[in-house]
Antibody, heavy 116, light 110 residues
Framework: EVQLVESGGGLVQPGGSLKLSCAAS????????MHWVRQASGKGLEWVGR??????????AYAASVKGRFTISRDDSKNTAYLQMNSLKTEDTAVYYC???????WGQGTTVTVSS | QSALTQPASVSGSPGQSITISCTGT?????????VSWYQQHPGKAPKLMIY???NRPSGVSNRFSGSKSGNTASLTISGLQAEDEADYYC??????????FGGGTKLTVL
């Protein structure tokens, strides 16, 4: 069974940092790109960014709203993708999901709250 | 403001058909056949319903269908059922090698 499990969410002050993890199982993680998508409470989905596979040079791409503040990485030996979030703003408060290409499988999400 | 435009809400009675539109530009919806549709019930993760404009993943009812004309994609749900009541989002690949979502449409089954 294909499964994605996010973790690492929590409460952080504006300007702070947080690192989310996405543990994958049930498919060939190393050959797959991975995406992060977020959703503020009562709002729509927002694509955050993606990282491609080693074969594609681990290329990353980000939404304009997070570029320069967020970094996506991966550890293929651990079947895990990461989202490093720096210089957090209150508007980054959301449930963060990871998903694979095709976005056919989603994790349960992890909640990030940026507040003083 | 979302890059892809969807109606905020649609409604229909059980058994009827409804269509949700998703309007973009030639740099996203119109330029690629990589439009997807997602269903999201309250408190749940999104569920893929349609991919590559008109393909259904295994297990998704054939009451759901997708199409595209120019810069506008559409999701049609036929034979509406109570369980179809949810939020629906479209997404598209873009010329910037990124993805965009629509603002979402709340479907109410009357």
């Amino acid at each position: 069974e294909v499964q994605l499990v996010e973790s690492g969410g929590g409460l952080v002050q504006p300007g702070g940092s947080l690192k989310l993890s996405c543990a994958a199982s049930g498919f060939t993680f190393s050959g797959s790109a991975m995406h992060w998508v977020r959703q503020a409470s009562g709002k729509g989905l927002e694509w955050v960014g993606r990282i491609r596979s080693k074969a594609n040079s681990y290329a990353t791409a980000y939404a304009a709203s997070v570029k320069g503040r967020f970094t996506i990485s991966r550890d293929d030996s651990k079947n895990t993708a990461y989202l490093q979030m720096n210089s957090l703003k209150t508007e980054d408060t959301a449930v963060y999901y990871c998903t694979r290409p095709g976005m056919d499988v989603w994790g349960q999400g992890t909640t990030v709250t940026v507040s003083s | 403001q979302s890059a892809l435009t969807q109606p905020a809400s649609v409604s229909g009675s059980p058994g009827q058909s409804i269509t949700i539109s998703c309007t973009g530009t030639s740099s996203d919806v119109g330029g690629y056949n990589y439009v997807s549709w997602y269903q999201q019930h309250p408190g749940k993760a999104p569920k893929l319903m349609i991919y590559d404009v008109s393909n259904r993943p295994s297990g998704v009812s054939n009451r759901f269908s997708g199409s595209k004309s120019g810069n506008t994609a559409s999701l049609t749900i036929s034979g509406l059922q109570a369980e179809d009541e949810a939020d629906y989002y479209c997404s598209s690949y873009t010329s910037s090698s990124s993805f965009e979502f629509g603002g979402g449409t709340k479907l109410t089954v009357l």
